[in-house]
Every structure is written in structure tokens, then in C-alpha cells.
């Protein structure tokens, strides 16, 4: 087995298997998005800290900004509840809470503010049957699937591809992680339409004016930024494999 897979990532094996500039290109593509990845991440921590200095007027908590957003959307099933850790802040359908984190729930900042609102907007987009939230909702269990069988089938079909010429496990294992794909594609959407809804709510209820404004607009775009780098990387590793099913397949 060991001498199969290294055929496939060993350039100095020959017999077909030997690696071409295109493999290598989708390697280099691979590590550059890791790379925005990183800085993106690392921007966002920067932005989060930086806002979390700056107190928003008015003197409310995150949890108690959250509360009046939904309130005022007219929401009176969703319970706002503090969770453990450092922006792990999330909504969550099927208890109907909006869960704050650490740095969030009982904060006064301007970050806290934008990130609060933001669930919030995930809230409200379920109460509203928003599209893309609903079709993310009906794929989280098949994507939660997929992302677990995937690396095994692909590892399977790698197998078969080399000992018989089969390709048909690895088109499946590359069907696995097209879903994972699909599903950071769809989430994109939601996490920029929720992002809309919250600053659109902090500033028609003058909860953050003028300059405020703008600092939860960074916070939150930058937040965002992450999910798309999410799934620039899924769609290039699904690239990636397909490449390497033709480029095998036209050896």
C-alpha cells in the first residue's frame, strides 16, 4: 500500500505516476490560500481586539443588545445564553438560543455589539425562512457525514486507481467533498446577509452612529473574509482531486 500512495506524491517514481507541473501548481494554490487563511485570521483577531477597547455609547452588554435586536424584530422564542470560550458565539435552531461567548456576552464594546447583532441576524433570517439558511440546515447532517467518510474513500479510490484504473471510488470520495464545497459556498450568503441585517439594525436604532458604525462594519467584514477563504480551499482541494482523476485517466 505504501508504495501505491507513494507513486502518487513521489515525483521521482515513474511508470505513470509521476507528478506534473499542474499537481504541482494545485499544491502551490493549496498553500497559498493557507497562507491568506492565516492572515485573514490573524486581521480579524486584530480588528476584534482593537474594537474591543472601544466602548459603544449607551453602555449596554452584548447580551442586552441582542435581546432589544430580536425584541424589536419581533422574536420572543429565542433565548439569549452566554457559552465558554473566545468567539464561539453562534445561533443554534434547535434550541432557539443565541449563544454569546466570553468576550461578547457581557462586554460593552463595539465588537461585542456587531458580533451579538450579528447571531441575532442569523435569528431573525430563521424566522424569517430565509433561503440559504434553510437549505445550509437541511445539508448539515449530510455534510457532517461526508466530511467524515470523505478522507477514507478518497484514500480507498487512490488505491484502486493505481492497482486497476478504477476511478469510480474516487469520483465518489470527490462527490464527498464537493458537498463540503457546496456547503461553504451557501454559507457565504448567510454569513454576509447576516452581517448586513446587524449593522442595518445598530445603525436605524442608533445603537452605533457615524464612526461607530464603520469599526462594527470592519469587525464584521473581516469576520466574513474567513468563510470565504473557507471556501476558496474547499473548492480548490475539489479541483485539486478532479485534476488528479484526468491526469491519471490520460496517462
Not at 14 to 39: D, E, P, R, T
Not at 75 to 86: C, E, F
Not at 124 to 142: C, D, E, F, K
Amino acid at each position: 500500500m505504501s508504495e501505491i500512495l507513494q507513486a502518487y506524491y513521489d515525483p521521482t517514481v515513474s511508470n505513470g505516476f509521476m507528478m506534473g507541473s499542474s499537481h504541482m501548481g494545485y499544491y502551490l494554490l493549496i498553500l497559498v490560500i493557507g497562507l491568506v487563511g492565516y492572515i485573514v485570521q490573524a486581521r480579524l483577531q486584530s480588528v476584534f481586539t482593537k474594537y474591543s477597547k472601544v466602548l459603544a455609547p449607551g453602555g449596554m452588554t452584548g447580551a442586552e443588545v441582542a435581546e432589544k435586536m430580536l425584541r424589536e424584530n419581533r422574536i420572543h422564542n429565542v433565548k439569549v445564553t452566554h457559552v465558554q470560550g473566545h468567539l464561539t458565539d453562534h445561533f443554534n435552531p434547535s434550541t432557539m438560543t443565541v449563544n454569546l461567548s466570553d468576550s461578547v456576552y457581557s462586554s460593552r464594546s463595539i465588537s461585542a455589539l456587531a458580533v451579538a447583532c450579528h447571531e441575532c441576524g442569523h435569528a431573525i433570517q430563521h424566522a424569517q425562512g430565509y433561503a440559504p439558511l434553510v437549505m445550509r440546515s437541511q445539508l448539515v447532517p449530510v455534510v457532517s457525514f461526508a466530511s467524515r467518510a470523505a478522507q477514507w474513500v478518497i484514500i480507498i479510490g487512490l488505491i484502486l486507481m493505481a492497482s486497476t484504473n478504477n476511478t469510480a471510488i474516487m469520483w465518489a470520495g470527490i462527490g464527498l467533498i464537493a458537498l463540503s464545497a457546496l456547503f461553504s459556498l451557501i454559507t457565504l450568503p448567510v454569513e454576509y446577509n447576516a452581517s448586513a441585517r446587524a449593522l442595518a439594525w445598530l445603525e436605524g436604532s442608533r445603537t452605533l452612529q457615524g464612526v461607530e458604525v464603520g469599526y462594527a462594519r470592519e469587525a464584521l467584514k473581516w469576520a466574513a473574509r474567513t468563510y470565504l477563504v473557507a471556501a476558496l480551499g474547499a473548492i480548490a482541494s475539489v479541483l485539486y482531486y478532479v485534476m488528479l482523476v484526468l491526469g491519471r485517466r490520460n496517462d
